[in-house]
Protein backbone atom coordinates (compact mmCIF):
# COMPACT_ATOMS: atom_id res chain seq x y z
CA UNK A 1 0.00 0.00 0.00
CA UNK A 2 2.75 2.35 0.92
CA UNK A 3 4.68 1.75 -2.53
CA UNK A 4 1.15 1.63 -4.31
CA UNK A 5 0.29 5.46 -2.44
CA UNK A 6 3.91 6.89 -3.56
CA UNK A 7 3.46 5.82 -7.00
CA UNK A 8 -0.25 7.06 -7.15
CA UNK A 9 1.21 10.27 -6.13
CA UNK A 10 4.55 10.54 -8.42
CA UNK A 11 2.01 10.20 -11.24
CA UNK A 12 -0.87 12.81 -10.85
CA UNK A 13 1.78 15.16 -9.83
CA UNK A 14 3.98 14.26 -12.51
CA UNK A 15 1.54 14.34 -14.79
CA UNK A 16 0.76 18.41 -14.04
CA UNK A 17 4.31 19.52 -12.76
CA UNK A 18 6.30 17.78 -15.87
CA UNK A 19 3.78 18.49 -18.21
CA UNK A 20 2.94 22.39 -17.41
CA UNK A 21 4.63 22.76 -21.35
CA UNK A 22 1.74 20.43 -21.91
CA UNK A 23 -0.98 21.99 -20.07
CA UNK A 24 -0.05 25.92 -21.69
CA UNK A 25 0.17 24.09 -25.18
CA UNK A 26 -3.62 24.33 -26.24
CA UNK A 27 -3.26 27.76 -24.50
CA UNK A 28 -0.57 28.70 -26.43
CA UNK A 29 -1.48 27.45 -29.38
CA UNK A 30 -3.99 30.26 -30.14
CA UNK A 31 -1.93 33.05 -28.76
CA UNK A 32 1.44 31.43 -30.54
CA UNK A 33 2.15 31.46 -34.32
CA UNK A 34 3.85 27.81 -34.98
CA UNK A 35 7.10 29.92 -35.97
CA UNK A 36 6.78 31.61 -32.27
CA UNK A 37 6.27 28.18 -31.31
CA UNK A 38 9.43 26.72 -32.83
CA UNK A 39 11.66 30.08 -31.00
CA UNK A 40 10.09 28.30 -27.76
CA UNK A 41 11.56 24.56 -28.64
CA UNK A 42 15.25 26.32 -30.01
CA UNK A 43 15.72 28.22 -26.29
CA UNK A 44 14.27 24.87 -24.23
CA UNK A 45 16.76 22.93 -26.44
CA UNK A 46 19.44 25.54 -25.10
CA UNK A 47 18.55 25.23 -21.52
CA UNK A 48 18.41 21.39 -21.87
CA UNK A 49 22.39 21.08 -23.14
CA UNK A 50 23.42 23.58 -20.90
CA UNK A 51 22.15 21.69 -17.56
CA UNK A 52 25.05 18.88 -17.60
CA UNK A 53 27.44 21.22 -18.61
CA UNK A 54 26.86 23.11 -15.65
CA UNK A 55 25.73 20.64 -13.05
CA UNK A 56 28.04 18.07 -14.57
CA UNK A 57 24.86 15.52 -13.38
CA UNK A 58 27.05 15.50 -10.17
CA UNK A 59 23.66 15.58 -8.26
CA UNK A 60 23.16 12.26 -8.73
CA UNK A 61 25.57 11.25 -5.55
CA UNK A 62 22.62 12.55 -3.31
CA UNK A 63 20.59 9.79 -3.82
CA UNK A 64 22.98 7.13 -4.23
CA UNK A 65 24.93 8.59 -0.82
CA UNK A 66 21.72 8.90 1.21
CA UNK A 67 21.68 4.71 1.44
CA UNK A 68 25.10 4.65 2.58
CA UNK A 69 26.18 7.95 4.28
CA UNK A 70 24.16 7.13 8.35
CA UNK A 71 26.21 10.57 10.07
CA UNK A 72 23.44 13.58 9.03
CA UNK A 73 26.43 16.40 9.46
CA UNK A 74 28.49 14.36 7.10
CA UNK A 75 25.73 14.10 4.48
CA UNK A 76 24.72 17.61 4.50
CA UNK A 77 28.63 18.48 4.23
CA UNK A 78 28.21 15.96 1.30
CA UNK A 79 24.73 17.92 0.11
CA UNK A 80 26.15 21.29 0.49
CA UNK A 81 29.39 20.88 -1.70
CA UNK A 82 27.38 19.30 -4.57
CA UNK A 83 25.16 22.24 -4.84
CA UNK A 84 28.88 24.17 -4.98
CA UNK A 85 30.19 22.71 -8.11
CA UNK A 86 27.77 23.99 -10.62
CA UNK A 87 28.61 27.67 -9.92
CA UNK A 88 31.81 27.76 -11.85
CA UNK A 89 30.88 26.47 -14.69
CA UNK A 90 27.73 28.41 -14.74
CA UNK A 91 29.89 31.83 -14.47
CA UNK A 92 32.31 30.25 -17.07
CA UNK A 93 29.51 29.45 -19.94
CA UNK A 94 27.18 32.80 -19.02
CA UNK A 95 30.07 34.99 -19.94
CA UNK A 96 31.03 32.43 -22.57
CA UNK A 97 27.41 32.79 -23.99
CA UNK A 98 27.24 36.64 -23.64
CA UNK A 99 29.88 36.77 -25.52
CA UNK A 100 28.78 34.16 -28.49
CA UNK A 101 25.04 35.46 -28.09
CA UNK A 102 24.14 36.91 -31.65
CA UNK A 103 25.46 34.24 -33.42
CA UNK A 104 24.20 31.36 -31.46
CA UNK A 105 21.14 33.21 -31.85
CA UNK A 106 20.84 33.20 -35.51
CA UNK A 107 21.75 29.71 -35.66
CA UNK A 108 19.13 28.73 -33.32
CA UNK A 109 16.53 31.09 -35.33
CA UNK A 110 15.82 33.62 -32.34
CA UNK A 111 15.57 37.63 -33.31
CA UNK A 112 18.51 39.04 -32.97
CA UNK A 113 17.10 41.68 -30.89
CA UNK A 114 15.77 38.86 -28.53
CA UNK A 115 19.54 37.37 -28.42
CA UNK A 116 19.76 38.39 -24.07
CA UNK A 117 17.95 34.77 -23.90
CA UNK A 118 21.16 32.79 -24.90
CA UNK A 119 23.27 34.15 -21.81
CA UNK A 120 19.64 33.74 -20.19
CA UNK A 121 19.46 30.62 -20.79
CA UNK A 122 22.41 29.96 -18.65
CA UNK A 123 20.55 31.32 -15.47
CA UNK A 124 17.24 28.94 -16.23
CA UNK A 125 19.78 25.84 -16.32
CA UNK A 126 21.35 26.43 -13.33
CA UNK A 127 18.24 27.03 -11.58
CA UNK A 128 16.14 24.42 -12.99
CA UNK A 129 19.92 21.98 -11.81
CA UNK A 130 18.94 22.91 -8.05
CA UNK A 131 15.08 22.63 -8.41
CA UNK A 132 15.80 18.73 -9.95
CA UNK A 133 18.25 18.10 -7.24
CA UNK A 134 15.34 19.74 -4.63
CA UNK A 135 12.68 17.01 -5.98
CA UNK A 136 15.32 14.17 -6.49
CA UNK A 137 16.17 14.32 -2.89
CA UNK A 138 12.17 14.29 -1.74
CA UNK A 139 12.03 11.22 -3.92
CA UNK A 140 15.17 9.43 -2.16
CA UNK A 141 13.94 9.98 1.05
CA UNK A 142 10.08 8.90 0.31
CA UNK A 143 8.34 11.96 1.15
CA UNK A 144 6.36 12.31 -2.07
CA UNK A 145 4.19 15.08 -0.07
CA UNK A 146 7.07 17.41 -0.12
CA UNK A 147 7.47 16.20 -3.96
CA UNK A 148 3.59 17.62 -4.54
CA UNK A 149 4.05 20.37 -2.88
CA UNK A 150 7.04 21.88 -4.57
CA UNK A 151 6.00 20.73 -7.89
CA UNK A 152 2.62 22.02 -7.17
CA UNK A 153 3.74 25.57 -6.44
CA UNK A 154 6.34 25.49 -9.74
CA UNK A 155 2.44 24.99 -11.17
CA UNK A 156 0.64 27.65 -9.88
CA UNK A 157 3.23 30.07 -10.45
CA UNK A 158 4.56 29.20 -13.89
CA UNK A 159 1.12 28.93 -15.15
CA UNK A 160 -0.51 31.94 -13.78
CA UNK A 161 2.67 34.54 -15.06
CA UNK A 162 2.28 32.87 -18.44
CA UNK A 163 -0.98 33.78 -18.75
CA UNK A 164 -0.50 37.19 -17.40
CA UNK A 165 2.87 37.62 -19.55
CA UNK A 166 1.33 36.60 -23.00
CA UNK A 167 -2.63 37.37 -22.77
CA UNK A 168 -2.79 40.30 -20.45
CA UNK A 169 0.62 42.07 -21.01
CA UNK A 170 1.36 41.19 -24.43
CA UNK A 171 4.70 39.61 -24.23
CA UNK A 172 3.94 36.90 -26.88
CA UNK A 173 6.72 34.01 -26.96
CA UNK A 174 8.39 35.70 -24.15
CA UNK A 175 6.26 36.15 -22.14
CA UNK A 176 6.10 31.60 -21.62
CA UNK A 177 9.80 32.46 -20.53
CA UNK A 178 9.42 35.31 -18.44
CA UNK A 179 6.92 33.05 -16.36
CA UNK A 180 9.74 30.31 -16.48
CA UNK A 181 12.75 32.20 -15.20
CA UNK A 182 10.35 33.99 -12.56
CA UNK A 183 8.69 31.31 -11.08
CA UNK A 184 12.54 29.43 -11.24
CA UNK A 185 13.32 32.14 -8.74
CA UNK A 186 10.29 31.27 -6.16
CA UNK A 187 10.75 27.76 -6.34
CA UNK A 188 14.41 28.61 -5.89
CA UNK A 189 14.00 30.79 -2.68
CA UNK A 190 11.73 27.76 -1.65
CA UNK A 191 13.77 24.80 -1.81
CA UNK A 192 16.91 26.89 0.02
CA UNK A 193 13.98 27.44 3.33
CA UNK A 194 13.71 23.88 3.00
CA UNK A 195 17.04 22.60 2.72
CA UNK A 196 18.11 25.35 5.63
CA UNK A 197 15.00 23.82 8.10
CA UNK A 198 16.06 19.98 7.18
CA UNK A 199 19.69 20.82 8.28
CA UNK A 200 20.79 19.94 4.90
CA UNK A 201 22.97 23.30 4.25
CA UNK A 202 26.51 23.35 5.72
CA UNK A 203 29.42 25.78 5.72
CA UNK A 204 31.62 22.82 5.31
CA UNK A 205 32.11 22.14 1.87
CA UNK A 206 34.57 19.54 1.38
CA UNK A 207 36.98 19.09 -1.81
CA UNK A 208 36.45 15.24 -1.11
CA UNK A 209 32.88 15.29 -1.87
CA UNK A 210 33.42 17.41 -4.66
CA UNK A 211 35.47 15.17 -6.55
CA UNK A 212 33.61 12.44 -5.34
CA UNK A 213 30.80 14.07 -6.85
CA UNK A 214 32.57 15.29 -10.17
CA UNK A 215 33.99 11.83 -10.92
CA UNK A 216 30.65 10.36 -10.46
CA UNK A 217 28.82 12.67 -12.68
CA UNK A 218 31.62 13.50 -15.57
CA UNK A 219 30.33 9.79 -17.13
CA UNK A 220 26.93 10.68 -17.32
CA UNK A 221 27.05 14.01 -19.02
CA UNK A 222 27.39 11.62 -21.96
CA UNK A 223 24.19 10.06 -20.98
CA UNK A 224 22.46 13.24 -20.31
CA UNK A 225 23.52 14.59 -23.43
CA UNK A 226 22.45 11.46 -25.47
CA UNK A 227 18.99 12.13 -23.91
CA UNK A 228 19.33 16.07 -25.26
CA UNK A 229 20.29 14.74 -28.82
CA UNK A 230 17.41 12.49 -28.75
CA UNK A 231 15.03 14.51 -27.10
CA UNK A 232 15.91 17.93 -28.32
CA UNK A 233 18.46 17.66 -31.68
CA UNK A 234 15.44 16.35 -33.85
CA UNK A 235 14.03 20.10 -33.78
CA UNK A 236 17.22 21.28 -34.55
CA UNK A 237 17.59 19.50 -37.72
CA UNK A 238 14.49 20.27 -38.87
CA UNK A 239 14.30 23.53 -38.06
CA UNK A 240 17.52 24.34 -40.16
CA UNK A 241 16.47 21.32 -42.65
CA UNK A 242 12.74 22.62 -43.62
CA UNK A 243 11.89 25.22 -41.42
CA UNK A 244 10.98 26.97 -37.83
CA UNK A 245 7.51 26.67 -38.36
CA UNK A 246 7.47 23.60 -38.65
CA UNK A 247 9.55 23.06 -35.99
CA UNK A 248 6.45 24.29 -34.46
CA UNK A 249 4.40 22.21 -35.41
CA UNK A 250 6.51 18.86 -34.60
CA UNK A 251 6.85 20.28 -31.57
CA UNK A 252 3.06 20.49 -30.76
CA UNK A 253 2.91 16.34 -31.72
CA UNK A 254 6.24 15.58 -29.45
CA UNK A 255 4.59 17.08 -26.32
CA UNK A 256 1.11 15.12 -26.79
CA UNK A 257 3.25 12.23 -26.93
CA UNK A 258 5.44 13.08 -24.01
CA UNK A 259 2.18 12.44 -22.07
CA UNK A 260 4.33 9.05 -21.90
CA UNK A 261 7.24 10.33 -20.33
CA UNK A 262 5.01 11.96 -17.67
CA UNK A 263 4.04 8.07 -16.95
CA UNK A 264 7.83 7.29 -17.71
CA UNK A 265 8.87 10.12 -15.02
CA UNK A 266 6.51 8.92 -12.16
CA UNK A 267 7.65 5.33 -12.98
CA UNK A 268 11.40 6.56 -12.17
CA UNK A 269 11.05 8.23 -9.29
CA UNK A 270 9.14 5.03 -7.16
CA UNK A 271 11.19 2.29 -9.38
CA UNK A 272 14.74 3.73 -8.09
CA UNK A 273 14.57 3.79 -4.78
CA UNK A 274 12.20 0.19 -4.79
CA UNK A 275 15.13 -1.45 -7.11
CA UNK A 276 17.62 -0.23 -4.49
CA UNK A 277 16.30 -1.33 -1.35
CA UNK A 278 16.06 -4.56 -2.62
CA UNK A 279 19.39 -4.82 -4.90
CA UNK A 280 20.98 -4.23 -0.91
CA UNK A 281 19.83 -7.36 -0.05
CA UNK A 282 19.02 -9.13 -3.17
CA UNK A 283 17.12 -12.33 -1.87
CA UNK A 284 14.90 -14.71 -3.91
CA UNK A 285 12.14 -12.92 -2.97
CA UNK A 286 13.34 -9.28 -3.94
CA UNK A 287 14.28 -10.69 -6.81
CA UNK A 288 10.52 -11.93 -7.83
CA UNK A 289 9.31 -8.49 -6.29
CA UNK A 290 11.32 -6.73 -8.25
CA UNK A 291 10.51 -8.52 -11.96
CA UNK A 292 6.89 -8.82 -10.98
CA UNK A 293 6.95 -4.76 -10.51
CA UNK A 294 8.98 -4.64 -13.69
CA UNK A 295 6.61 -6.11 -15.65
CA UNK A 296 3.81 -4.39 -14.59
CA UNK A 297 4.96 -0.75 -15.17
CA UNK A 298 5.76 -2.31 -18.53
CA UNK A 299 2.40 -3.41 -19.15
CA UNK A 300 0.92 0.00 -18.12
CA UNK A 301 3.08 1.61 -20.42
CA UNK A 302 1.67 -0.05 -23.42
CA UNK A 303 -1.85 0.45 -22.50
CA UNK A 304 -1.43 4.11 -21.75
CA UNK A 305 0.68 4.29 -25.39
CA UNK A 306 -2.99 2.85 -27.11
CA UNK A 307 -5.07 4.65 -25.46
CA UNK A 308 -3.05 8.35 -26.47
CA UNK A 309 -3.24 6.94 -29.85
CA UNK A 310 -6.87 6.40 -29.91
CA UNK A 311 -7.56 10.21 -27.96
CA UNK A 312 -5.54 12.31 -30.12
CA UNK A 313 -7.58 12.84 -32.82
CA UNK A 314 -10.29 14.38 -30.32
CA UNK A 315 -7.50 15.91 -28.35
CA UNK A 316 -6.43 18.06 -31.21
CA UNK A 317 -10.09 18.60 -33.10
CA UNK A 318 -10.73 20.31 -29.21
CA UNK A 319 -8.32 22.05 -28.26
CA UNK A 320 -5.35 22.93 -30.26
CA UNK A 321 -5.85 25.90 -33.03
CA UNK A 322 -5.99 23.96 -36.08
CA UNK A 323 -2.54 25.23 -37.40
CA UNK A 324 -1.11 23.23 -35.85
CA UNK A 325 -3.00 19.83 -37.24
CA UNK A 326 -0.17 17.71 -38.27
CA UNK A 327 1.32 17.80 -35.37
CA UNK A 328 -1.23 14.35 -35.01
CA UNK A 329 1.18 12.40 -36.95
CA UNK A 330 3.83 12.49 -34.68
CA UNK A 331 2.68 11.52 -31.80
CA UNK A 332 2.60 7.65 -31.95
CA UNK A 333 5.65 7.48 -32.95
CA UNK A 334 6.71 9.94 -30.05
CA UNK A 335 4.59 7.58 -27.88
CA UNK A 336 6.16 4.61 -28.93
CA UNK A 337 10.20 6.57 -28.33
CA UNK A 338 9.05 7.15 -25.00
CA UNK A 339 7.63 3.10 -24.32
CA UNK A 340 11.45 2.47 -24.91
CA UNK A 341 12.99 4.90 -22.75
CA UNK A 342 10.55 3.89 -20.32
CA UNK A 343 12.05 0.23 -20.18
CA UNK A 344 15.41 2.21 -20.26
CA UNK A 345 15.07 3.79 -17.28
CA UNK A 346 13.84 0.63 -15.49
CA UNK A 347 17.12 -1.33 -16.24
CA UNK A 348 19.39 1.51 -15.89
CA UNK A 349 18.85 1.84 -12.09
CA UNK A 350 20.53 -1.26 -12.03
CA UNK A 351 23.86 0.31 -13.82
CA UNK A 352 23.88 3.64 -11.11
CA UNK A 353 23.34 1.30 -8.27
CA UNK A 354 26.55 -0.64 -9.52
CA UNK A 355 28.39 2.07 -9.78
CA UNK A 356 29.76 1.49 -13.65
CA UNK A 357 28.49 4.40 -14.87
CA UNK A 358 31.39 4.65 -17.47
CA UNK A 359 28.71 2.23 -19.53
CA UNK A 360 26.23 5.16 -19.66
CA UNK A 361 28.60 7.50 -21.02
CA UNK A 362 29.86 4.76 -23.97
CA UNK A 363 26.47 4.13 -24.86
CA UNK A 364 25.72 7.80 -24.75
CA UNK A 365 28.45 8.32 -27.23
CA UNK A 366 26.51 5.38 -29.51
CA UNK A 367 23.38 7.08 -28.74
CA UNK A 368 24.53 10.38 -30.15
CA UNK A 369 25.86 9.41 -33.37
CA UNK A 370 23.46 7.04 -34.26
CA UNK A 371 20.67 9.69 -33.69
CA UNK A 372 22.30 12.61 -35.79
CA UNK A 373 23.02 10.30 -38.71
CA UNK A 374 19.32 9.08 -38.32
CA UNK A 375 17.93 12.41 -38.05
CA UNK A 376 19.52 13.58 -41.09
CA UNK A 377 19.50 10.97 -43.78
CA UNK A 378 15.44 10.11 -42.51
CA UNK A 379 14.25 13.97 -42.83
CA UNK A 380 16.38 14.06 -46.34
CA UNK A 381 14.18 10.84 -46.90
CA UNK A 382 10.88 11.39 -45.03
CA UNK A 383 10.63 15.23 -44.64
CA UNK A 384 9.80 16.00 -40.72
CA UNK A 385 8.48 12.87 -40.09
CA UNK A 386 12.11 10.99 -40.42
CA UNK A 387 13.03 13.05 -37.37
CA UNK A 388 9.98 11.10 -35.32
CA UNK A 389 11.44 7.98 -36.93
CA UNK A 390 14.77 8.35 -35.64
CA UNK A 391 13.82 9.24 -32.27
CA UNK A 392 11.82 6.13 -32.22
CA UNK A 393 14.90 3.93 -33.35
CA UNK A 394 17.22 5.04 -31.21
CA UNK A 395 15.20 5.20 -28.17
CA UNK A 396 14.94 1.28 -29.10
CA UNK A 397 18.45 0.71 -29.83
CA UNK A 398 19.37 2.03 -26.51
CA UNK A 399 16.92 -0.29 -24.81
CA UNK A 400 17.82 -2.94 -25.71
CA UNK A 401 21.36 -2.86 -25.06
CA UNK A 402 20.92 -1.90 -21.02
CA UNK A 403 18.64 -4.58 -21.02
CA UNK A 404 21.43 -6.84 -21.82
CA UNK A 405 24.07 -5.16 -19.75
CA UNK A 406 21.35 -5.08 -16.71
CA UNK A 407 20.67 -8.30 -16.48
CA UNK A 408 24.59 -9.66 -17.43
CA UNK A 409 25.25 -7.31 -13.96
CA UNK A 410 22.09 -8.82 -12.41
CA UNK A 411 20.60 -12.42 -13.26
CA UNK A 412 17.30 -12.11 -12.91
CA UNK A 413 14.57 -14.57 -13.03
CA UNK A 414 12.75 -12.50 -16.00
CA UNK A 415 10.82 -15.78 -17.65
CA UNK A 416 10.01 -17.18 -14.72
CA UNK A 417 6.51 -16.60 -14.36
CA UNK A 418 4.70 -17.74 -10.98
CA UNK A 419 5.06 -14.59 -8.33
CA UNK A 420 2.56 -15.72 -6.14
CA UNK A 421 5.23 -16.85 -3.54
CA UNK A 422 7.22 -13.22 -2.67
CA UNK A 423 7.45 -14.51 0.96
Not at 257 to 268: D, T, Y
Not at 269 to 290: C, D, G, V, W, Y
Request: include cysteine; charged fraction near 10%.
Amino acid sequence: MKYFRQFSIYTLVGFFGAGVSFLLMPYLSHFLKPAEYGILSMVNSVVTILIPLIGLTAAGIINVEYYKQKDRKEFASLFSSVQFIPVLPFFVLVMLSAFLSDPVARFLEIPGEKSYWVPLSCVLALLTIYFETLIGYNVTEQKPGYFAFFNILKIVTEVTLTILFITQWGYGWEGRLYAWLISSLILFLAGFIYCKKQYLLSFRISKKYIKVAVLFGLPLILHVVGKFVINQSDRIFITKMVSIAEAGIYNIGYQVGMIMLLLVNAMGNFMQPFLFERLASLTESAKRQIVKTSYVIIGSLLIILVVITVATPTFFTWLVDESYAKGTRYVFWVGLSYFFWGVYIIFAGYIFYSGKTGILGVLAIVNVVLNILLNYFLIKAFGPMGAAYATCISFFVVSVIIVWKANRLYPLPWLRFNFSNNR
